[in-house]
């Protein structure tokens, strides 16, 4: 079981609005530490798509947004595209375990 | 263009030693933080450890005691030795850049399967 709580899956139509949650604790994500996003594709090189809770590096689109609120922090994805079908992990640092830990994943699916 | 690429072994014995190299190119090695970071079948991420290229060390408690990290800077190629292997340590296993500014990683390799099995 991972420290921070993603749902399994979230689906959309293409254009359409969707947002991840990621739940964590006071030992994380309430902790002050920052708030990571990635996407992943089987066969493809993984993609950090969101640092320090709402920075998206250079080459992101601006279709992807992320924020942070006490022990949760979320990603959206607007204007949903085929491309966009993938696995999608939050990251943050826990003081319990003293680890850089990940959230389970949620696979988006574009309807 | 940073670029990673992990090698290694895609067969290991159980109770034998895991041994995987990522190789760095278009970067310079130093002076970085570089991460091993794997994924179980059908799981989710789970981040093994760190090592800077000065050759310090910070590991995921949970493995700690079966991790050793290695940096070769003029080969610009650090490596993940993994002792006592089991079944439990089949994974897709990637080796990335670390940011201990915001703890993030910012470039990753493919990945390399990795399945522990006689």
């Known amino acids: 079981q991972s420290v921070l709580t993603q749902p399994p899956s979230v689906s959309g139509a293409p254009g359409q609005r969707v947002t991840i949650s990621c739940t964590g604790s006071t030992s994380n994500i309430g902790a002050a530490y920052d708030v990571h996003w990635y996407q992943l594709l089987p066969g493809t090189v993984p993609k950090l798509l969101i640092y320090a809770n709402n920075n998206r590096p250079s080459g992101v689109p601006d279709r992807f947004s992320g924020s942070k609120s006490g022990t949760s922090a979320s990603l959206a994805i607007t204007g949903l595209q085929a491309e966009d079908e993938a696995d999608y992990y939050c990251q943050s640092y826990d003081t319990s375990l003293s680890a850089w830990v990940f959230g389970g994943g949620t696979k988006l699916t574009v309807l | 263009q940073v670029q990673l690429q992990e090698s290694g072994p895609g067969l290991v014995k159980p109770s034998e030693t895991l041994s995987l190299t990522c190789t760095l190119s278009?970067?310079?090695?130093?002076?970085?933080?570089w991460s091993w970071i794997r994924q179980s079948p059908g799981k989710g991420l789970e981040w093994i450890g760190n090592?800077?290229?000065?050759?310090?060390?910070n590991f995921n408690p949970s493995l700690k005691s079966r991790i050793i990290m290695s940096v070769d800077t003029s080969k610009k190629q650090f490596s993940l030795r993994l002792t006592s292997v089991t079944a439990a340590d089949t994974a897709i296993y990637y080796c990335?850049?670390?940011?201990?500014?915001?703890?993030?990683?910012?470039?990753w390799g493919r990945g390399t399967l990795v399945t522990v099995s006689s």
């Open positions: 990335a850049r670390f940011s201990d500014w915001l703890g993030y990683f910012d470039v």
């Open positions: 278009g970067h310079s090695i130093s002076p970085f933080y």
């Open positions: 090592i800077y290229s000065s050759g310090s060390t």
